[in-house]
Nanobody, 123 residues
Framework: QVQLVESGGGLVQAGGSLRLSCAAS????????MGWFRQAPGKEREFVAA???????YYADPVKGRFTISRENAKITVYLQMNSLKPEDTAIYYC?????????????????WGQGTQVTVSS
């Protein structure tokens, strides 16, 4: 069983930066693939980024070059560094975890989810 708690969201102006954190519990965290998803009002949840145990990463096209996902297994924490933020990045951001090494973009493949943290980017 893995429990996930996100933090670090907030209000920022366009062009600014935020770093989201996802603290995990559970002894098997280091072997899990971790992902970030987001959901804007009135829209479906969408994939943002993923990282597996060997630190291979994959990003959605809209965030490539602006967002960086990383993990510290010793601290059982995953991060999402978000730079050059745009108003269209406004959403609730969710941390998710899955067993296995495949960098999946499909939310249904992730068994564990955090409660989400709000990110609002003003223009």
């Amino acid at each position: 069983q893995v429990q996930l708690v996100e933090s670090g969201g907030g209000l920022v102006q366009a062009g600014g930066s935020l770093r989201l954190s996802c603290a995990a519990s559970g002894r098997t965290f280091s072997s899990y693939t971790m992902g970030w998803f987001r959901q804007a009002p009135g829209k479906e949840r969408e994939f943002v980024a993923a990282i597996n145990w060997s630190t291979m990463t994959y990003y959605a096209d809209p965030v490539k070059g602006r967002f960086t996902i990383s993990r510290e297994n010793a601290k059982i924490t995953v991060y999402l560094q978000m730079n050059s933020l745009k108003p269209e990045d406004t959403a609730i951001y969710y941390c998710a975890g899955k067993a296995g090494t495949r960098l999946s973009t499909a939310s249904f493949e992730y068994a564990y989810w955090g409660q989400g943290t709000q990110v609002t980017v003003s223009s």
